[in-house]
């Protein structure tokens, strides 16, 4: 009790600021509670972390509008220089659809009014272009990272009979890191690529028995293991859905399933958010 008391006392307990100024001998004195002088800075530092932040904002959301606007006017440039063509156009055809010379003469526009500024029309044609130029290759380049992708099971139907981590080896009873997953499905399904790519490898390849791997770029690779039979050679192109191989169980394995790798930057990945993505 008494210690509440001695903190509620010293809250309100006068502090008294000096003002001494420069060019007058006369101080000016001001008692202000400790509380109060607390209250006070606790405002002007609320105050001016509030002011920082509207700024930040403001700023972000001047820089969005900007880019915005940007591509706005690169987009209604475009619809002028179409729309010019389409005028242009349609004044020729109107201009050659008379059957004689003479009357094509006396159709002829030739006052400056309305006539087109062919110098600037092809300014505006090339900046249009180039926009658009710009914009097919983004969209051409997520296109080609999209179908590079890993998406979906190379095998339909399929069990999930073991996953991406360390794991105790059915054969050997070891913990080993199991750099895949294991579908199990029945022998001489057909194992599909989940992406587009070229083979770089389709043979034998020790306890992965008869193994197919696929680059797709991006720095993507997959691979299936423990094929009964292969279906590609190496080099040859595939598509997203192509039978690679089919299901068995050559080199180490205790059924028929297919192992199933992905690797991103030389270091495999664990395949099941790509097993989980749609096409």
Not at 29 to 42: A, D, E, M, N, Q
């Amino acid at each position: 009790m008494l210690n509440s008391k001695k903190f509620l006392r010293s809250l309100f307990t006068p502090i008294t600021i000096m003002v001494i100024p420069h060019s007058n001998e006369k101080t000016y004195r001001f008692k202000l509670p400790s509380i109060g002088i607390v209250t006070l800075i606790s405002m002007w530092v609320s105050i001016t972390c509030y002011i920082v932040s509207v700024g930040v904002t403001t700023q972000k959301y001047n820089e969005i509008k900007g880019k915005a606007d940007y591509y706005a006017s690169q987009f209604g440039e475009l619809r002028s220089t179409i729309g010019s063509l389409k005028r242009s156009e349609a004044q020729f055809k109107n201009l050659f659809s008379v059957k004689d010379k003479e009357s094509v003469f006396k159709n002829m526009d030739i006052s400056d009014s309305g006539s087109i500024d062919m110098d600037l029309l092809k300014k505006q044609i090339d900046k249009s272009i180039e926009t658009v130029g710009e914009i097919k290759d983004y969209l051409r380049q997520e296109r080609n990272s999209f179908y590079a992708t890993p998406m979906g099971v190379p095998v339909e139907n399929s069990r999930f009979s073991s996953g991406f981590g360390y794991r105790i080896h059915p054969n050997t009873g070891k913990t080993e890191f199991h750099s895949g997953v294991d579908l199990a499905v029945p022998p001489g399904t057909p194992v599909k690529a989940t992406a587009d790519g070229i083979v770089s490898f389709a043979d034998w390849s020790g306890g992965s028995g008869k193994l197919v791997v696929v680059e797709h770029g991006f720095g993507y690779t997959t691979c299936y293991a423990h094929n009964r039979e292969i279906n590609v050679k190496i080099g040859q192109r595939v598509k997203r859905g192509d039978v690679l191989s089919y299901v068995g169980s050559t080199g180490n394995t205790t059924g028929p399933h297919v192992h199933y790798e992905v690797w991103k930057n030389n270091t495999p990945v664990d395949p099941k958010p790509f097993l989980e993505r749609q096409s």
